[in-house]
């Protein structure tokens, strides 16, 4: 069946430092790729996403390229701030669409030190 | 701009005890979705409704069971509690019945302890 096989963590960075969680995914034809974060006490937002390969998803200085010569789909920021620290998701939507939602990875907890 | 809005937030219940958790959605979206999240597992699929009047088992399914009320609710119901079902609750909706590249929405959880 379909995967997503992230690095777990903690991530621990100071602030300013560059960024790269790796994402890749095991799964049949091109799924949809997701990045979705998770702040302290709350519930996932969406970060970015990408819908077919070399695609490039961004948002808030996030970025991530679905590459499927290496299914992988990296998260990317070129300057962390305190407030990026949260819980990083990557997810896929099988091609074809799935009714059954959302496949994730375990999640990568990051931590942004002043 | 409620989006997707479950209760209760936080809820302690006793092993053996039952509750409900109440999720409506204000998007229109015809899926809905249950997932529980767990330290190191991530999030974790337990029903999934496609559509109004149907519903459908995900990964985890087993001690729960859901309502699709009507297009707006989706219940999830555990009848005899267990420590084990000690979890974060997290409902979701999307637009489409075929979410291929469409965005999923997460209400804000809901943290359940099982004593």
């Known amino acids: 069946g379909d995967s997503v096989t992230q690095m777990e963590g903690p991530v621990t960075l100071s602030e300013e430092a560059f960024l790269t969680i790796n994402c890749t995914y095991t799964?049949?034809?091109?799924?949809?790729l997701f990045w979705y974060v998770q702040y302290p006490g709350e519930g996932l937002q969406l970060l970015l996403k990408?819908?077919?390969?070399?695609d490039k998803g961004s948002n808030k200085g996030f970025e991530a390229t679905y590459r499927k010569e290496t299914t992988s789909f990296h998260l990317e920021k070129g300057s962390v701030q305190v407030s990026d620290s949260a819980v990083y998701f990557c997810?896929?939507?099988?091609?074809?669409?799935?009714?059954?939602?959302?496949?994730f990875g375990k999640g990568t907890h990051l931590i942004i030190q002043p | 701009n409620a989006g997707v809005t479950q209760t209760p937030k936080f809820q302690v219940l006793k092993t053996g005890q039952s509750m409900t958790l109440q999720c409506a959605q204000d998007?229109?979206?015809?899926?809905m979705y249950w997932y529980r999240q767990d330290p190191g597992m991530g999030l974790r699929l337990i029903y999934y409704?496609?559509?109004?009047?149907?519903?459908d088992k995900g990964e985890v399914p087993n001690g729960y069971n859901v309502s699709r009320l009507n297009k707006r609710e989706f219940s999830l119901r555990l009848e005899s509690a267990a420590p084990s079902q000690t979890s974060v609750y997290f409902c979701?909706?999307?637009?489409?019945?075929?979410?291929?590249?469409?965005?999923?929405?997460f209400g804000e959880g809901s943290w359940l302890t099982v004593v």
């Open positions: 997810a896929l939507v099988p091609s074809g669409g799935g009714a059954d939602g959302l496949t």
């Open positions: 979701a909706s999307s637009i489409a019945r075929d979410n291929s590249g469409n965005t999923i929405y």
């Open positions: 990408a819908t077919k390969a070399d």
């Open positions: 998007m229109n979206h015809n899926s």
């Open positions: 409704s496609a559509s109004e009047g149907t519903t």
């Open positions: 799964a049949t034809g091109y799924p949809s």
